[in-house]
């Protein structure tokens, strides 16, 4: 079946290092998204990709970068962990034609010591 | 204002109750909506897409109101397992992107 899923589920980290979670889609998706979630602000949108080579700022980009090389993955790279970025954070993916249902990954708890 | 709005409740019901929630969206150029569901430490599901007729799925039932800008989600006969917190979804039109609101939290209690 196929299925998105994120790795590592769980990460400690310090301020300062720099910090990559991956995303990898078997759905043959050419949308992927990430957004982090926070009590109080409910989903927001940090980057999304409408194929591979495409990469696009949300609306909370800083801090943050991506990149496509394949269809399948959209890792997530904090350049210098902050303690502000202490989030649990999705992937997700739609279909490029109708693309409106999004499939969600499982998240990733991030701790920033 | 942001561009979805919604009660985030919580909305604590007995088992059989119907509880209705309402999503408020800023945007007219709106054209799609959606329900998602997340249960607590998982990740968002699609429940039900919302469409301008409205439309049922079981004991979920979604409307569509344009001229007020608002979507509802109504819940009929209540479970314990609908305990979960229920997102309105926007997308605008000719995007991909969706807009979420916080999110509304349900509680259904025996």
């Keep these: 079946d196929a299925e998105i899923t994120q790795s590592p589920r769980h990460k400690i980290t310090e301020t300062g290092r720099q910090v990559t979670l991956a995303c990898h889609q ?5 949308n992927m998204f990430w957004y982090r979630q926070d009590l109080g602000h409910g989903l927001r949108l940090l980057h999304y990709s409408y194929g591979v080579q495409d990469t696009n700022k949300g609306e909370v980009s800083d801090g943050y970068s991506v990149s496509r090389s394949n269809t399948e993955d959209l890792p997530l790279t904090l350049e210098s962990a902050a303690s502000s970025q202490t989030s649990v954070y999705f992937c997700a993916s739609s279909e490029s034609q109708g693309g409106e249902t999004q499939y ?5 708890r991030l701790l920033v010591l | 204002r942001k561009e979805v709005e919604q009660d985030p409740g919580p909305f604590n019901v007995p088992e059989g109750a119907t509880v209705a929630f309402n999503c408020t969206y800023s945007n007219s150029a709106s054209q799609s909506f959606f329900w998602y569901r997340q249960d607590c430490r998982k990740e968002p599901k699609l429940l039900m897409s919302v469409y301008s007729s409205g439309n049922e799925d079981g004991r979920f039932t979604a409307q569509l109101n344009r001229a007020s800008q608002y979507i509802s989600l109504l819940i009929r006969d209540s479970k314990l397992s609908d305990s979960a917190t229920y997102l309105c979804v926007v997308l605008s039109g000719g995007s991909y992107i969706p807009t979420f609101g916080r999110g509304t939290s349900l509680i259904v209690h025996p």
């Design chain 1, 104 to 108: 969600f990954g499982p998240g990733t």
């Design chain 1, 26 to 30: 078997t759905w043959n998706h050419n």
